[in-house]
């Protein structure tokens, strides 16, 4: 009886903080159930055992037993509950959504199309949402860890939070996102929505910042996107080239090189994606240095290959001017000379004369 009702009190703390979802419910109240059955089985046996054959004693201590276990189901839950806010308090619920900071993304509906930024700081997890027009509206909305716990319970335990949020991240970068009750109009109530297909949506509620809101945020989102340039020698986008010379050097190969091969290599690939590099700049400057030395190697027997092709076909023009020369002059027939050997002159030949019959 003793063991039956510690290992259900046991239960009773270790597993009822797991208890969030209804699977787990179940497992726990068939544990729970379980263990906590040896105590009403063995109570009215263990009590007559312990005080002898004396009935009335054992009638007190049954009845004693049995209040001191009301006492407990009263008091219990309160103490519990208690024990487990205490702990739940000490969990820091945003510092799970780490996977919601510094994520951006578009959404199209219909004709607009929006910018949405996710952040996450010590207080709060914040979206900010501007329309790309020529008015350059914002909006702004936030989850304190308030909205979090009203969301996915007061006694969530870190693993259930996390799982939240990379639910919630995962649903941003995909673009499963809708700007809900959308109206174009000053003041109205809408609301960024995440996941608007499923069971529960996710809807945080969006109010308009003023202009000079909107325009101390935006240029806090440059100032972000400058400190980062400076990893890119100050360009606002990755080319995927360590330096600018390479660029150059890129297209006098292009330019003078006629294998296809040499052509993809020489050209730099703009159908993949951009991605940020972080390198050290030593091992930057070596790699551009070590590359533009092969291009010039390349751009130099390029160079080379095109010059003995010309010289090659001026000696062979000059070859055959030559020749011709020499076979008109070879074949010039000198005066007097034979038709069929030049060599040697022609023969003349007289006409036969007869004498006359009268003679």
């Known amino acids: 009886m003793v063991v039956t009702t510690l290992a ?81 308090s000490d969990v820091d619920i945003l510092s799970h959504f780490t996977a ?39 909006w702004v909305g936030t989850w304190s860890e308030k909205d979090i716990r009203k969301f996915v319970g007061q006694k969530s335990s870190s693993i259930v939070l996390e799982s939240f949020a990379d639910r919630l991240a995962q649903t941003f970068v995909q673009g499963d996102l809708q700007i809900g009750d959308w109206s174009s109009e000053k003041g109205a109530d809408i609301n960024l929505t995440l996941g608007p297909a499923a069971k529960t949506p996710i809807r945080i509620p969006l109010s308009e910042l003023s202009p000079e809101d909107a325009a101390s945020y935006a240029t806090k989102v440059f100032a972000e996107i400058a400190l980062q340039a400076q990893s890119r020698r100050s360009r606002l986008y990755s080319s995927g080239i360590p330096d600018l010379t390479l660029t150059h050097s890129h297209i006098l190969v292009a330019s003078t090189s006629s294998s296809p091969k040499r052509k993809a290599e020489a050209e730099p690939d703009t159908s993949k994606p951009k991605a940020k590099k972080k390198h050290h700049e030593p091992e930057v400057d070596a790699q551009a240095k070590d590359k533009i030395k092969e291009l010039e190697a390349e751009l130099a027997a390029q160079k080379k290959i095109a010059t003995n092709a010309v010289n090659a076909a001026k000696n062979s023009t000059d070859g055959l001017v030559s020749k011709a020369k020499n076979n008109t002059t070879a074949t010039a ?14 023969r003349k030949y007289q006409a036969l004369e007869f004498e006359s019959d009268d003679d």
């Open 8 to 88: 259900s009190a046991m239960s009773a703390f270790l597993l009822w903080g797991f208890a969030d979802t209804l699977p787990r419910v179940f497992a726990f109240a068939i544990i729970f159930g379980g263990l906590s059955g040896g105590f009403s089985s063995a109570a009215f046996a263990a009590s007559s055992e312990s005080v002898g054959p004396n009935h009335e004693q054992a009638t007190i201590a049954v009845s004693s037993i049995t209040s001191v276990k009301g006492v407990a189901a009263i008091v219990g839950p309160v103490l519990s509950d208690i024990l487990l806010g205490a702990g739940s």
């Open 100 to 138: 919601l900071d510094e994520l951006i993304q578009l959404i199209y509906q219909g004709a607009h199309k929006f910018v949405v930024l996710s952040a996450v700081d010590d207080d709060k997890w914040t979206v900010h949402v501007s329309q790309s027009n020529s008015e350059g509206r914002w």
């Open 333 to 346: 027939r000198p005066k007097g000379a034979s038709l069929a050997n030049p060599n040697r002159k022609a």
